[in-house]
């Protein structure tokens, strides 16, 4: 899942016309560390992941009824996440930030 929507933004950042040399170059540095991070993550905290998809995947199916208790139940799974992947989370937060900037 991950991998696809990294794809897809790989796809995309390959054909932004305003991103200069210094800013694609960033941004292509930022993608491969993040990259290297998802793959750690994917071998050392498997049940953490999982749990998160779990998570997410309940909220996408909730009935309006269930999706309150369905969000807070992933946030505080992804709150416990950025507790123990601090540099996972700062590093997608830039990327996230850059992008937003570049209209992406």
């Known amino acids: 899942m991950i ?3 990294l794809t897809k933004l790989e796809t995309k950042l390959a054909a932004a ?4 040399e210094s800013t694609r170059g ?3 540095r930022l993608m491969k560390t993040l990259h290297a991070e998802i793959d750690v993550l994917a071998r050392t905290h498997t049940t953490g992941a999982r749990q998160i998809t779990e998570k997410v995947v309940r909220v996408e199916a909730a009935e309006a009824h269930e999706l309150q ?5 992933l ?3 992804v709150t ?3 507790q ?3 540099k996972l989370t700062q590093l997608v937060n830039r990327i996230s930030t850059t ?4 209209g992406i």
């Open 99 to 102: 992008l937003a900037n570049l």
């Open 3 to 5: 991998h696809d929507t």
């Open 26 to 28: 960033e941004v292509e």
């Open 75 to 77: 946030s505080v799974e």
């Open 69 to 73: 208790e369905a969000l807070q139940s």
């Open 80 to 82: 416990g996440f950025e």
């Open 84 to 86: 123990s992947h601090p």
């Open 17 to 20: 016309q305003q991103l200069d």
